[in-house]
Nanobody
Framework: QVQLVESGGGLVQAGGSLTLSCAKS????????MGWFRQAPGKEREFVAT????????FYADAVKGRFTISRDNAKNTVNLQMNNLKPEDTAVYYC???????????????WGQGTQVTVSS
């Protein structure tokens, strides 16, 4: 079983930055793709970003493109989400996910973290 643990959430003012980190307990083929999703109160979980094993392919939701950057360090089994120019609408619980293939939908991911809260004040 692969375990994912997120860290780095918190409260930030609009226009500020935060970096989320996700530590993966071990590497398996079923967890080689890493992604971030988020869920705001009363809304469905939505895709944020994903990155393949080599880090050569990244995809972003339109809402965060140009502001968020996903990266990974395979030696440390970690993936980061650098979030800049944060907006109040970015407020959500952010989840780290791992899967076998690059995808933008939650069912395609096999493992999930517990989530970390990000709150952006206006």
């Amino acid at each position: 079983q692969v375990q994912l643990v997120e860290s780095g959430g918190g409260l930030v003012q609009a226009g500020g930055s935060l970096t989320l980190s996700c530590a993966k307990s071990k590497h398996t083929f079923s967890s080689n793709v890493m992604g971030w999703f988020r869920q705001a109160p009363g809304k469905e979980r939505e895709f944020v970003a994903t990155i393949n094993w080599t880090g050569t392919n990244t995809f972003y939701a339109d809402a965060v493109k140009g502001r968020f950057t996903i990266s990974r360090d395979n030696a440390k089994n970690t993936v980061n989400l650098q979030m800049n120019n944060l907006k109040p609408e970015d407020t959500a619980v952010y989840y780290c996910a791992a899967g076998s293939y690059v995808a933008t939908t939650a069912p395609e991911y096999n493992f999930w973290g517990q989530g970390t809260q990000v709150t952006v004040s206006s």
